[in-house]
């Protein structure tokens, strides 16, 4: 079987063969002024006409003097009758082929034909070519059209071979651009403008979700890739316009899944002087919209095991009911002590840290996934809903409403707040949540407040995403939407063909697995014998504000070690290798303390731990343990590779705490990466610019060696506080390398 590489050959022979005859393969223009289903449904009509079809070839069959050749464009496929005395004296310069030139065609290139529409002795309806010209001249064989596209991997790499292989995937992303095209037509029928919003936002607020960072340099200011339409939306109304949606991207820097993809498409609207009932109305019309433009007026669906029927109606759903009915527990009363004993009780296991609001939510989810629906939810607690109004007669519950569909929220309506001191109040709520480390809580957004003060009518808003669609398709997410994300990756065929190389993005850190770089300098070894450093990478880490599980360990190790005293703490072993360190660099170790005997004098002195974050948080505890100093960075602030040498007199660093940068002086030890100085006499100081922070996905642990400290002691502190930091963070713990 010939290779990929082999069949490209070819047809780059073919391909020169045409531009030796002067026919120009790619053409700018075709002259198509008929769809292929016009021969088939207006035969009648047309036959004995003259027309211009075009389209890809799917097949070439030749016998004797007679060609015949399928050809297939975004409407149908059509058979080209082709006889060789018909086609002679081509015009080479406008693209055209002669009879005896139908062999430098391939399955896959592009061809026009004009003819009379006509049938074949066959009775088959052809169009009978007086010219052929060529459109595009493929290079690569399509996939085989019986055997179709198997490998799920390339059929999502390059959707552009599947949607032309494979005519229900093809049909779908038709029927996905019609699922937009129906709000779109709900919407103007209602009155609804279509506003576009920025998508780079400073505070990414209007859900609970993890943003993606980016940077403008023109104004030097980090901002967020929207997670939410609402904030914006909603300034609009406050701005006078009564009725406006926008459908556009979206994106939460989460997990891959069946239901979720980082980017994808999302609608919301807002409605002034409009409540959640009305709205909830609106909803089901425009539920009844979508599925009569869309799906011809199917009502039964299939999806995801459930069998869902939206002829039966909306059932309405309690939320304080159901989950009184399935857990006994009142929702406006439990506490977070009553909410962990049900999940041990229940053998639940979240993944995320425990609140009322998390845990409620969570066991919600848990009753959520056996509902068919479709049901509207209702009567959310105010702690869950952050930013829907609370009804009047019961300010515990807000005006909101879900649609349930196989098992899931598939969209989010409420009565907006417009009292000012009611959201603030709500957003301290929430901003507390995220220092307490509830990462996906939701920002304060002071602007937003303010827009508040000046005014904005009541208001219902609702929201919803392509999952909509991929539940009525009843198919996983990547196969909803035309090109997923996926890893970059380049396949040999490609490497071999155009000899290159895995491009590496702009700013991607080198592999670890070159860090052999890595190095000491050889002044430092010589002044200490025996010095050593070790370092490994914690990669995809979720770093939050604080972990109850941590607090706990954290007393308990201050509880180990409190009965210490000064001089049981300047005799342990690293300890003092580090005080000999510093006194041979002229440091004075009563001010700058190596960072394991800080910590431990800290703890003598009946002070707590600092509350950095889980991270850093998390090494200290390591260190306590062993008395090896450890330094935390956040790796994507680091430029490799990184030398352990001596300052020179005059570099500056701008260390953590001081409002202006420090001036070093020769010989103190640091680490320095290709670019600056990170860290200052062995982990006492670091830089501000690679602190690890929340926002920090992967870091670079560091443990320090020193003369009389073992290096296997060395590699074990880091395995030991990368196994902290794994704890309460997760991320993947690569291999550990140690420095001599």
């Not at 309506?413 to 901003?431: C, T, V, Y």
């Not at 580090?578 to 009563?590: E, S």
Request: no cysteine; proline share 4%; aromatic share 10%.
């Amino acid at each position: 079987m010939s290779t990929l590489k082999e069949l490209r050959g070819v047809r780059l022979d073919k391909l020169a063969q045409l531009k030796k005859l002067g026919v120009d393969a790619y053409p700018a223009k075709s002259n198509r002024n008929t769809q292929n289903i016009e021969v088939v449904e207006k035969f009648d009509e047309l036959q004995d006409k003259e027309v211009v079809v075009a389209g890809r070839i799917l097949s070439i069959r030749t016998h004797g003097k007679l060609t015949f050749i399928d050809v297939k464009d975004d409407s149908a496929k059509v058979q080209l009758y082709i006889k060789e005395e018909e086609l002679q004296n081509a015009n080479y310069k406008n693209s055209e082929l002669n009879f005896a030139d139908l062999h430098l065609l391939d399955t896959g290139d592009f061809i026009e034909g004009k003819g009379t529409v006509t049938k074949t002795q066959s009775g088959e309806m052809s169009v009978e070519l007086a010219t052929l010209r060529l459109l595009t001249k493929s290079l690569r064989p399509m996939p085989d059209q019986w055997d179709g596209l198997k490998d799920k991997e390339t059929r999502l790499r390059r959707r552009y071979l599947d949607t032309n292989i494979n005519e229900d995937v093809y049909q779908r992303f038709i029927r996905r651009a019609k699922f937009w095209d129906a709000h779109r037509e709900f919407f103007k029928s209602y009155g609804f403008l279509e506003m576009n919003i920025p998508v780079l936002e400073m505070i990414p607020g209007g859900a609970d979700a993890n943003p993606f960072v980016t940077h403008m340099d023109a104004i030097d200011q980090d901002f967020y890739l929207r997670i939410s339409q609402e904030l914006y939306l909603k300034r609009l109304i406050g701005g006078g316009y009564p009725r406006v949606f926008e459908i556009g991207p979206r994106f939460r820097n989460e997990g891959l899944s069946d239901e979720h993809l980082p980017e994808h498409m999302a609608m919301e609207f807002y409605w002034a002087y409009a409540d959640w009932k009305e709205g909830m109305e609106v909803i089901k019309k425009l539920f009844d919209h979508i599925l009569k433009t869309v799906y011809a007026g199917k009502m039964q669906f299939k999806i995801r095991g459930f069998d869902v029927d939206f002829s039966k109606g909306w059932e309405i759903i309690d939320f304080a009911k159901i989950m009184h009915e399935k857990f006994g527990i009142d929702i406006h009363k439990v506490t977070t002590e009553e909410i962990k004993a049900l999940f041990d009780k229940k053998g639940l296991n979240p993944k995320e840290a425990v609140n009322v609001p998390r845990g409620v939510d969570y066991l919600w989810k848990t009753i959520r996934k056996d509902i068919a629906g479709p049901a509207f939810l209702i009567n959310h607690p105010k702690y869950i809903s952050p930013l829907a109004k609370a009804k009047a007669d019961d300010p515990s519950i807000t005006e909101r409403f879900q649609p349930i569909i196989a098992g899931t929220e598939l969209g989010n309506g409420w009565s907006e707040i417009n009292d000012p001191q009611d959201q603030l109040a709500r957003f301290r709520e929430q901003q507390n949540m995220r220092d307490s480390g509830d990462a996906e809580a939701q920002w304060l957004d002071i602007d937003y407040v303010e827009m508040l003060e000046y005014g904005m009518p009541p208001t219902f808003g609702y929201g919803h995403s392509e999952r909509v669609f991929w539940y009525l398709e009843d198919v996983p997410a990547r196969e909803g939407v035309p090109f997923p994300q996926l890893k970059f990756e380049m396949d040999e065929n490609t490497k071999d063909i155009y000899n290159v190389k895995n491009p590496e993005p702009k700013n991607e850190k080198k592999s670890v697995s070159n860090s052999g770089e890595y190095s000491i300098a050889p002044e430092v070894k010589a002044m200490f014998p025996g010095i050593s450093f070790a370092y490994t990478i914690i990669k995809g880490v979720k770093i939050h504000k604080a972990n109850e599980e941590l607090e706990i360990e954290k007393k308990e190790i201050v509880e180990e070690k409190k009965n210490l005293t000064v001089e049981q703490i300047t005799e342990m072993s690293a300890i003092n290798s580090y005080r000999q360190m510093l006194k041979q660099t002229k440091v004075d170790f009563h001010s700058k303390r190596p960072s394991p005997e800080a910590l431990m004098r800290r703890i003598v002195q009946g002070k707590d731990l600092y509350k950095i974050n889980t991270a850093v948080d998390a090494y200290n505890i390591a260190v306590l343990k062993n008395g090896i100093g450890l330094g935390g960075f956040d790796f994507d602030k680091i430029s490799e590779p990184v030398t352990l040498r001596f300052s020179q007199k005059g570099e500056k660093m701008h260390l953590l705490g001081d409002a202006e940068p420090t001036f070093t002086e020769e010989g103190e030890l640091v680490y320095s990466d290709t670019e600056k100085l990170i860290t200052l006499d062995l982990n006492y100081r670091d830089i501000n610019e690679t602190k690890i922070t929340e926002e920090t996905k992967d870091i670079i642990l560091f443990a320090d060696g020193g003369p009389g400290i073992d290096p296997e002691d060395v590699k074990k502190a880091v395995e030991l506080g990368a196994f902290y930091i794994q704890k309460f963070n997760g991320g993947v713990v690569e291999e550990i390398k140690l420095i001599l």
